[in-house]
């Protein structure tokens, strides 16, 4: 599940199955974070971003015939009340 406020960004990777790479996808978003803005951010679990240990972005994926889908947010200045009210994480996670 995703919430989506004014204080969320999103960004999409769409590449051919050849090309297609989670880790270079997570490297791109992590290197532009840390690069950009100095935030220490780093890959946690499968699908996860974090600063300093909070998540702060969630990505989901799509296997297509020859195509494939990475899309993911990064909370940048979320309404955390919003947030902790409509969102719950799995057990699992």
Do not use: W
């Not at 270079?24 to 935030?39: C, E, H, P, Y």
């Amino acid at each position: 599940a995703v919430l989506q406020d004014l204080g969320c960004t999103t960004f999409t990777f769409l590449n051919v199955d050849a090309d297609f790479s989670i880790d270079r996808n997570f490297d791109i978003v992590t290197g532009a974070l840390k690069n950009s803005f100095g935030f220490n951010a780093e890959r946690s679990g499968r699908n996860d971003i974090q600063i300093d240990g909070k998540k702060i972005s969630g990505s989901a994926f799509k296997y297509g015939e020859g195509v494939s889908l990475h899309h993911g947010t990064v909370l940048v200045d979320a309404n955390m009340a919003a947030l902790g009210q409509y969102l719950t994480p799995h057990k699992k996670k």
